[in-house]
């Protein structure tokens, strides 16, 4: 699926939507943020259809664990990468670079501790 036709899809919630429309946005918008930010590809402009197994039932999304699912993806990508054929490394990075600043300090930038 294309992230992009989702975007333009589901870009604006009329005002008078019922509560059905207003599930049916948060279903996308959910979707997008798991595609893109939390489990994203290479491509960054498609979406795999097996994230919408997670958000069918609203309610259960609170219940699974997506900090140990994104650290297994992250894992996943980092295997792929290892491929000398690979040249473009997918996955949640900010994850992993925060990791390296914080264990390793040579790398860590100026101000990366400082929170506003």
Known sequence: MKCTWMHETFSHLLQDADEEIVRRYARVYIMILL???LLGDKSDTRMH????LYIVRLK???G??????ALSWLYRCLCHVAN??????????????????WWFLGFKPDGFDIFY
């Open 35 to 37: 595609s893109t930010q």
């Open 49 to 52: 259809i097996r994230w919408l």
């Open 60 to 62: 259960d999304i609170g």
């Open 64 to 69: 699974y664990s997506w900090g140990s699912t």
């Open 84 to 101: 000398r054929n690979v040249v473009k490394l997918a996955g949640l990075f900010q994850l992993l670079k925060s990791w390296i600043f």
